[in-house]
């Protein structure tokens, strides 16, 4: 690949997915992917003398009867989608804790008291504010650990209203690299609050193996041909399991989205926040969604763009959403005079590439010490199609280079999907498996191979070549029931869908509207994966009204 496109990847890379949707250990899964947006590169001003946040004594229960954290609607008073006694055999619950030798916890601060009476002690971290905040690791027993959330703000121009929590998805993502797609301009009212996760990010975050370790396991074969390849791709899932229950012991199990969301009750408290404002996209909507359901007393104004799957319906495969986008970007190919690929029709152009695909299975292209196997290139491929027709280009000129025998260009597209940069694995390679694994059951690893063929039936070109996965089967953590999520009680919701979303289908935001309550859907017709960052004019009027005065849209407002 020549210097030139390699910067070009590096630049997609920073602008179009910020915070890259993780994707290796299972394309399939309906639960993950995220934004595509552009960091601000105008600096904030720095408020050096920020509010006073006021915080609450044990005694006083903040303003809502309760203390931050407690859930205001117990979770025995949900509806659940799925027997809660379940968990497939093949999950490896006799790793028991583990050693956890790779995460130190932080000394629990006491009763759910002592947390919510801590002060926020912001510092100035390069045209934003940071701080540290300590939640309990076990929020039913705060007084055995804690666990550190990494917090950042972009304060508001003109403080008019309590601030907005972001998260850009994921699982695993880190929520202060996704402050940046927010400059001085956009919602410039609202202070802007990022965090990382626990287990994510710089908070206390999940470990895994060492780099050769995950490099062996991600390499494996995800289309195997025959009894070995199979076995192999099941052991490769043990062993990733037994690898991250060493060395993050006990977080693991308290890395479920029912977590998540009580320590973002704790960060609103101590904000000095009322209510809580949130912008999630694509993970994000689920958690925004389970925040209204378990917090509808506190919560305020969500927007949830490129929502993930919370019904009982027959789900849509992620696999659909890239098939249609793909074929999207063939028809573009094919009466594009500076695309190489096919003969001039879109099915030649799909032919010729899933031939290509084909001979990556036996033949991978070198890239280094390294090859561009059959499952990286189909995710390097995946990587382009998240974003809109202005990277069509781009990924015409990456898979003819691939095919010339320059893979480095997809080899490093599918890195980013993956969690893996220059440095090795990332956090969001281990934080993604750990916090999937955890929020609902799976149905054990027989059934994986019917999920393969369904793929393949309903997306023909993209399912037979993203390969399978067996991570959540074989996990070392007993999941959550999947508890229906209907927002009862809690203020309207804004739910942004986009009809070419790639990663999130849009007839998930349909149906995510539907159930939660009092909720609104803002279409989008067009591609890309994350909208409401995008600097559509459109859209932004919508979300802008929402989040200053509580306007929803008229029934069946659509933007282009």
């Given amino acids: 690949m020549s210097g030139m496109n390699r910067r070009r990847v590096l630049t997609i890379v920073i602008v179009l997915l910020l915070c890259a949707s993780l994707l290796g250990f299972g394309l399939f899964a309906t639960l993950r992917g995220q934004d595509s947006s552009a960091p601000s590169p105008e600096p904030v001003p720095i408020d050096l003398q920020p509010k006073q946040v006021e915080v609450s004594t ?133 202070d802007i609050i990022g965090w990382d996760p626990r287990g994510t990010g710089q908070s206390t975050h999940v470990v895994c193996g060492s780099t050769e370790q995950t490099d062996a396991i991600k390499d494996l074969d995800g289309t195997p041909d025959d009894d070995t390849e199979l076995e192999a791709l099941r052991q490769g899932a043990r062993d990733f399991a037994a690898q991250c229950r060493e060395h993050s012991g006990k977080l693991l199990d308290h890395v479920t989205s029912v977590d998540v969301v ?104 070198n890239v280094g010490e390294r090859k561009l196997t059959q499952t990286h290139a189909a995710i390097g491929i995946a990587f382009f199609l998240y974003a809109d027709a202005g990277m069509y280009s781009v990924l015409a000129q990456m898979i003819s280079d691939a095919m010339a025998g320059e893979g480095s260009g997809l080899l490093d597209a599918a890195d980013q999907l993956n969690g893996r940069s220059g440095r090795g694995w990332d956090t969001l390679a281990f934080a993604f498996p750990a916090m999937r694994c955890v929020d609902g059951p799976d149905r054990g690893a027989d059934y994986v191979g019917d999920y393969r063929s369904e793929a393949e039936a309903k997306a023909p070109m993209l399912g037979k070549h993203m390969g399978i996965e067996y991570t959540c089967e074989y996990w070392g953590a007993r999941p959550l029931p999947t508890y229906k999520l209907d927002a009862k009680g809690a203020a309207p919701i804004l739910v942004v869908g986009s009809t070419g979303d790639s990663a999130t289908p849009y007839q998930q935001a349909v149906r995510m509207a539907g159930q939660l309550e009092g909720a609104k859907l803002l279409t989008y017709d067009g591609p890309g994966h994350g909208i409401t960052t995008g600097g559509n004019s459109c859209v932004d009027e919508v979300v802008n009204a929402y989040f200053e005065s509580g306007a929803l849209p008229e029934d069946g407002k659509t933007c282009s």
């Fill in 262 to 365: 009580r320590d973002m009750d704790l960060l609103r408290h101590l904000m000095g926040a009322k209510k809580f404002n949130f912008l999630g996209v694509s993970y994000g909507t689920y958690i925004g969604a389970m925040y209204a359901t378990l917090f509808p007393d506190t919560a305020g104004r969500l927007v949830l763009d490129a929502a993930v799957e919370i019904t009982n319906a027959e789900p849509v495969l992620q696999v659909e959403g890239f098939e249609l986008a793909f074929r999207n970007w063939s028809e573009w190919c094919a009466k594009e005079e500076g695309c190489q690929l096919g003969d001039g029709t879109a099915e030649s152009v799909q032919r010729e590439i899933s031939d290509w695909l084909e001979t990556l299975d036996q033949h991978p292209v």
């Fill in 58 to 190: 044990p005694d006083a229960k903040n303003t809502v009867g309760r203390l931050p954290g407690e859930l205001a609607r117990p979770l025995t008073d949900l509806t659940l989608f799925e027997d809660p006694e379940y968990s497939s055999e093949d999950r490896q619950l006799d790793l028991g804790e583990g050693e956890g030798k790779s995460v130190e916890f932080e000394a629990p601060l006491g009763d759910l008291g002592a947390y919510a009476a801590q002060e926020i002690q912001w510092k100035d971290c390069g045209g934003r504010l940071c701080a540290t905040v300590l939640a309990p690791l076990d929020w039913d027993n705060p007084a055995e650990a804690a666990v550190r959330l990494n917090v950042m703000r972009r304060p508001a121009r003109e403080p008019k209203h309590d601030p907005i929590f972001i998260n850009p998805g994921g699982p695993g993502a880190p929520g202060t690299e996704f402050l940046f797609a927010f400059g001085p301009t956009k919602l410039p009212n609202h």
